[in-house]
C-alpha cells in the first residue's frame, strides 16, 4: 500500500499539471467532461484491482485486429479520427477531444482512414490477472 500511495499522488500531480495547461470549457460550452457514462459492467472485487493507462498512436492507412476486451475499455482521443468497426454493427467514427466506452465481449477492430496519425488514451480498470484484450475471429 505504501509503494501505491506515491503513485497516485504522482498521476494526480500529473493529472493537475496537464489539466492547468488546457483550455477550460466555458459555460455556454456546456460539460467538462469528455464522457459521462454510466457502466454496470466495471469489475467487482475484493482482490486489489489494476489500473491500465495506455497512450496510442494509429498511423494512417493502419487497420488493427479483431478483438474483444474482457472489461469495459474507455477510449479518450487527443488527436485525428479514430474508426473503430464493431463486427456486424458498422463503422463509428470518433473524432478529437470525444471519448467512448468499448463494451465488453464485443468484437471490433479499430483503424485509421484518415491521412495523419490518431492519438488516444486507453483507461481499463481490471483484475492483474486478466488481459487487456483478446484475439478474436
Known amino acids: 500500500m ?5 503513485l497516485v499522488m504522482c498521476v494526480c500531480l500529473a493529472g493537475s499539471a ?28 475484493d482482490q486489489p484491482m489494476e489500473v491500465r493507462v495506455e497512450a496510442a498512436t494509429l498511423q494512417p492507412g493502419v487497420v488493427g485486429g479483431w478483438h474483444t476486451h474482457p472489461t469495459p475499455t474507455i477510449v479518450y ?16 467514427h470518433r473524432k478529437a477531444g470525444e ?9 471490433m477492430r479499430a483503424t485509421n482512414q484518415g491521412q495523419t496519425p490518431v492519438k488516444f488514451v486507453v483507461f481499463q480498470v481490471s483484475p492483474p490477472e486478466v ?3 483478446r484475439p478474436a475471429q
Open 2 to 6: 505504501k509503494a501505491f500511495t506515491p
Open 131 to 133: 488481459p487487456d484484450a
Open 77 to 92: 482521443i487527443v488527436e485525428g479520427t479514430l474508426s473503430v468497426e464493431i463486427k456486424e454493427k458498422g463503422l463509428q
Open 18 to 45: 496537464w489539466a492547468q495547461q488546457q483550455p477550460q470549457p466555458s459555460p455556454a460550452m456546456g460539460s467538462p467532461f469528455a464522457l459521462k457514462e454510466i457502466v454496470k459492467t466495471l469489475p467487482k472485487s
Open 99 to 107: 471519448a467512448f466506452v468499448e463494451p465488453i465481449d464485443t468484437v
